[in-house]
């Protein structure tokens, strides 16, 4: 049974296509996020929802966008596909906005060719 | 702006000895702190985490010191074991930034038998 699950875990796709990335919790948590990591390793927050509201928006470009359904799941559709949005995404979850036990995910790599 | 730095990307020691990994922050207004292990291919786990308003948490093996004043965090794992080898990101949190996570660049700590 895991925590923090994301799908697909390995995603190579052409430039300018359109996809998506699912994240599904079963923690009960009420707090999703996605983070980023990229060739240089740095992990730095995207987006965080709280209770299906968005909190946190980085500067990411808007063809980025979260969409949560109900507080169990964040998913993340990427339009326009660039090459350097190759990197890994992580999705996470706490049990509310403090930064308390966050749980993440085993990570999505997206490979943009 | 970098606000999390691991100066050491690797560390490397033998099993049984002390390993301390480094982490310094730039933003005063971070009041909690966190280490997470991370193996590969899989996502960031919560390891410990400290409060500003201490200067010490222990948890089994591994202790985490944090000198506000010099902005610095050190994790200390002793004994360590060869199963401690993993990349450990230092992260900081405040309530000015969402507390949300942000992350150092990480630490490759190897500890060989």
């Known amino acids: 049974d895991t925590a923090v699950s994301q799908t697909p875990k390995y995603l190579v796709t052409q430039m300018g296509n359109d996809k998506s990335i699912k994240c599904e919790q079963n923690?009960?948590?009420?707090?999703m996020y996605w983070y980023k990591q990229d060739s240089k390793k740095f992990l730095k927050i995207m987006f965080s929802y709280n209770n299906k509201e968005l909190i946190i928006n980085e500067t990411v470009p808007n063809r980025f966008s979260p969409k949560s359904p109900d507080k169990a799941h964040l998913n993340l559709h990427i339009n326009s596909l660039e090459l350097g949005d190759s990197a890994v995404y992580f999705c996470?979850?706490?049990?509310?906005?403090?930064?308390?036990?966050?749980?993440f995910g085993s990570g999505t790599r997206l490979t943009v060719v | 702006d970098q606000q999390v730095k691991q100066n050491s990307p690797s560390l490397s020691v033998q099993e049984g000895r002390i390993s301390i990994l480094n982490c310094d922050y730039t933003n005063s207004m971070f009041d909690y702190f966190l280490w997470y292990k991370k193996y590969p291919a899989e996502g960031p786990t919560f390891l410990i985490s400290?409060?500003?308003?201490?200067d010490k948490n222990e948890d089994g093996r591994f202790t985490v010191f944090l000198n506000k004043s010099a902005k610095h965090l050190s994790l200390h794992i002793v004994p360590s074991q060869p199963g401690d080898s993993a990349v450990y990101f230092c992260a900081a949190s405040g309530s000015n930034s969402g507390y949300a996570l942000n992350f150092g660049k990480g630490t490759s700590l190897l500890v060989t038998p």
């Open positions: 400290i409060s500003s308003i201490k």
């Open positions: 996470a979850s706490s049990q509310d906005l403090r930064p308390y036990g966050y749980t």
């Open positions: 923690l009960g948590h009420d707090t």
